[in-house]
């Protein structure tokens, strides 16, 4: 039991490190829609109760408002 938490422990940290990593390059406004997209996708999945429908649509919806929010404004 302790070997698979261990190596639980390992993926999720190398997991975080990677995906903060490859956020190093991106503009302001893809970090808000990746944050956006990832958000809402959390979100479907709560409010549907894991449905893989509910969480595609909050991830594209978060997404989208993600985009929207860090627009530049001219």
């Known amino acids: 039991m302790k ?3 261990h190596y639980a422990s390992f993926a999720l940290i190398t997991t ?3 995906t903060l990593g490859a956020c190093a390059g991106m503009s302001d406004q ?3 829609t990746a944050v ?7 979100g ?3 409010l549907t109760g894991g ?4 969480t595609v649509g909050g991830a ?3 997404g989208v408002i993600g985009h929207e929010v860090a627009k530049d404004k001219k």
């Not at 449905?51 to 509910?54: E, H, L």
């Open 30 to 32: 893809d970090k808000s």
């Open 60 to 62: 594209a919806v978060g």
């Open 16 to 18: 975080g490190l990677a």
């Open 51 to 54: 449905s893989a429908i509910g």
């Open 36 to 42: 956006g997209a990832g958000v809402g996708a959390v």
């Open 44 to 46: 479907g999945a709560v």
């Open 3 to 5: 070997t698979i938490r």
